[in-house]
């Protein structure tokens, strides 16, 4: 099937900005390949799209690159898991929260909150050796 679409010139001049030889051919090329990555959705589908901001601060937060809805998936789900060594656990949506709670009580980050409560658990562990 065949589809003229009216694409708004704004949206062109940002895909010339992202390709190196933005010729006319290279910018249908372009938008092809954008389109061809909602391929696998179905019509019921709902796809999440993230600008360039929100990309990146995922990426911050997970430290590295992140390739596409699956990996996202992955990380995120290591984030939410506790592991030493061989040995992983997640944590569920409640665990996280008490830990969210239990850190505003003391005035910590979550972070802060978890750095020392691994640290004490570790030392439990190696008073039992």
């Known amino acids: 099937m065949d589809v003229t679409l009216s694409i708004p010139d704004a ?5 010339k900005a992202q390709i190196p030889s933005p010729t006319p051919d290279a910018v249908l090329v372009e938008l092809r390949r954008k389109l ?6 179905g019509p019921q589908d709902r796809a999440l799209i993230l ?8 990426e911050a937060l997970v430290q590295t690159t992140i390739a596409d809805g ?5 990380k995120v789900t290591k984030l939410a898991t506790f592991t030493i060594g061989p040995v992983s656990r997640a944590l569920t949506d409640g665990e996280l929260q008490r830990l969210r709670m239990q850190a505003e009580f003391h005035g ?13 658990l570790i030392d439990r562990l190696m008073e039992r050796f």
Request: cysteine-free; overall charge negative; proline content about 3%.
């Open 36 to 41: 061809l990555a909602f391929e696998r959705f």
């Open 51 to 58: 600008s360039t901001a929100q990309r990146q601060a995922l």
């Open 11 to 15: 949206v062109i001049t940002r895909v």
């Open 108 to 120: 910590w980050t979550p972070e802060a909150f978890l750095t020392l409560t691994i640290n004490e």
């Open 70 to 74: 699956d990996d996202l998936v992955a």
